[in-house]
């Protein structure tokens, strides 16, 4: 009998977390300065930058991403991509201070987003497709279809699944920067 009540409790007290997840919690948008590149990773990295890459990547506006609505979820915006990845080039020593003269153009695409729409743990799966191109001849010289997960465990933020998958989308976007940038420094130029 007493397993029984347990349970019953168990259940009570998961399905009162579900509902007040459900109703409580606004739109919970991305952080640029959550997106980007670590900065011990960036220092790490600054070291090994190949002398052409120095200063000489422009970054092209960022596409496929969303604003997140104001009552529900969360989404990654363009503008929060557009400016983790150009602070991650600028903490490297990549980015270019004048753009149109920059040898090389990143572009960066999300091609998609995938969350769930409740749950505990929050597991999300971003896929992003990246291009390095010369801008001179328009040749492109890296390209990549990368897929991230993240899973946010339900104690990193008990009482907002919003907030949960904030963190996960933070955190496939900024694996994917860190490790496109750790590719790029190893190609041949």
């Known amino acids: 009998m007493k397993c029984g009540v347990s349970r019953g409790l168990k259940a009570a007290g998961l399905a009162a977390l579900t509902a007040a997840a459900l109703l409580g919690g606004c739109g919970t948008p991305s952080e640029p300065a959550q997106l980007m590149l670590p900065a011990g990773d960036a220092l790490q990295l600054r070291a090994w930058i190949p002398e052409a890459l120095k200063g000489n990547v ?5 596409n496929g991403g969303a604003a997140t609505g104001k009552w529900w979820g969360s989404k990654i915006a363009n503008e929060a991509m557009q400016a983790a990845l ?27 987003l995938e969350q769930p729409w ?18 001179r001849s328009g040749e492109t010289l890296y390209q990549r279809r990368l897929r991230s997960l993240h899973t946010t465990d339900f104690g990193q933020a008990m009482l907002d699944q919003n907030e949960r998958t904030r963190i996960a989308n933070e955190a496939v ?5 860190n490790t496109v940038l750790r590719e790029l420094i190893e190609l041949r130029y």
Request: cysteine-free.
């Open 58 to 62: 422009a970054v092209a506006p960022v």
């Open 86 to 112: 150009e602070d991650s080039l600028r903490s490297t020593g990549m980015l270019a201070q004048r753009p149109a003269q920059a040898r090389y153009k990143l572009e960066l695409t999300l091609a998609e």
């Open 118 to 135: 409740v749950g505990l743990d929050i597991k999300v799966a971003a896929t992003l497709d990246w291009r390095l191109s010369d801008q």
């Open 173 to 177: 976007v900024r694996k994917a920067i």
